[in-house]
């Protein structure tokens, strides 16, 4: 092809990570028709709407873990930190395991899950508030001291919620570890209509900030002088964060490294950080990974195993490798 046709193609002229969201556009469209069709028997007006409910889960969890991951990792101004790390999944444990021990086995269904959300919700953003404003609003701290917080403050919840279930009924403690596991091919349909006016609201938030991400990335001193209020936009944005993570988690349950898989992947395709291709990447490689992990484990494999377990083990194995990787720097 001549120089002239090329400069009069359109598609000639798109840079790389324009070329990487249209592929894993065309992958997400595809996971979505594939889940929806694949193996249908029946009626389609049973079919649709039964699909539609869980697909509308999967997308959200998918939207909102990949989001904050890449908000969190902005604010940290490093990418092996996820929310997760910082003790958001224990102290969803605790939670949980708090409404057994004191109300009984009984309070998990005679309360409604949209009040449950709405507790853990309360609960998990008023934790990230104080334990944030302490590590990121005064003097800069290090990695080291943020991934040290945030073990201590998990395995101090974990160590509650542990002592709490081994003082309970071994009846309520089995009907306690089935809501403790991640489950994506259940979510709850009576959360996913205030979940996505939430995550509706976080968006419209997060996109009025989009211009200062890429600024953030630079640090916090380069950050003030190019004229960003940073104490305030730090705030704002860890709220987002601890609002997406406990939707997610109500959702689905606590996931720990899907976040760091899935932006992981999406900086290594867009080959640079700017937030305009990094975020949209990752939410599409999360909507790969859940809806399409998901048609697999159902038509596939028959639930012979669990998503969850797949997942965390790879986000794991890329959480020790950028851990390895750093070290040897």
């Known amino acids: 092809m001549s120089t002239a046709a090329m400069s009069t193609n359109p598609l000639a002229r798109l840079s790389r990570p324009a070329w990487v969201l249209i ?20 009626s389609w007006s049973f079919i649709l709407p039964f699909r539609g409910k869980k697909l509308l889960g999967l997308v959200l969890v998918a939207y909102a873990v990949a989001v904050s991951t890449v908000l969190f990792q902005t604010v940290t101004n490093n990418r092996i930190l996820t929310p997760s790390i910082m003790g958001f999944d224990a102290l969803y444990v605790l939670i949980k395991t708090s409404i057994v021990f004191f109300l009984g086995v009984g309070a998990l269904t005679s309360i409604s899950s949209e009040w449950q959300f709405i507790f853990s919700l309360v609960a998990m953003v008023t934790f990230s508030g104080l334990l944030f404003r302490w590590l990121f609003l005064g003097e800069e701290r290090s990695l080291h001291l943020l991934v040290l917080v945030g073990i201590i403050f998990g395995t101090l919840f974990r160590s509650f ?16 570890q089935d809501t403790l596991f991640a489950s994506f091919s259940t979510t709850d349909p009576a959360l996913l209509g205030i979940s996505c006016v939430i995550v509706g609201v976080v968006s419209v938030v997060g996109f009025r900030m989009m211009h200062v991400y890429d600024v953030l990335n630079l640090g916090r001193a380069h950050a003030i002088n190019l004229g960003v209020d940073y104490k305030r936009t730090i705030a704002i944005i860890l709220v987002l964060v601890s609002i997406l993570v406990s939707v997610s988690t109500a959702l689905v349950g606590p996931v720990t490294f899907f976040g760091l898989l899935v932006v992981t992947l999406a900086h290594s395709l867009i080959g640079n950080s700017l937030h305009r291709f990094v975020l949209p990447a990752s939410v599409l490689l999360g909507i790969i990974a859940l809806v399409g992990g998901q048609t697999l484990l159902e038509r596939v494999f028959a639930f012979d195993t669990a998503l969850s377990i797949i997942i965390e083990f790879l986000g794991g194995v890329v959480f020790i490798a950028l851990v390895l990787r750093r070290s040897a720097r």
């Open 161 to 176: 919620a542990n002592l709490m279930q081994r003082m309970m009924d071994p009846g309520a403690f089995n009907v306690l």
């Open 23 to 42: 592929i894993l556009s065309v992958l997400a469209v595809a996971s979505v028709v594939l889940f929806m069709t694949l193996g249908a028997k029946g």
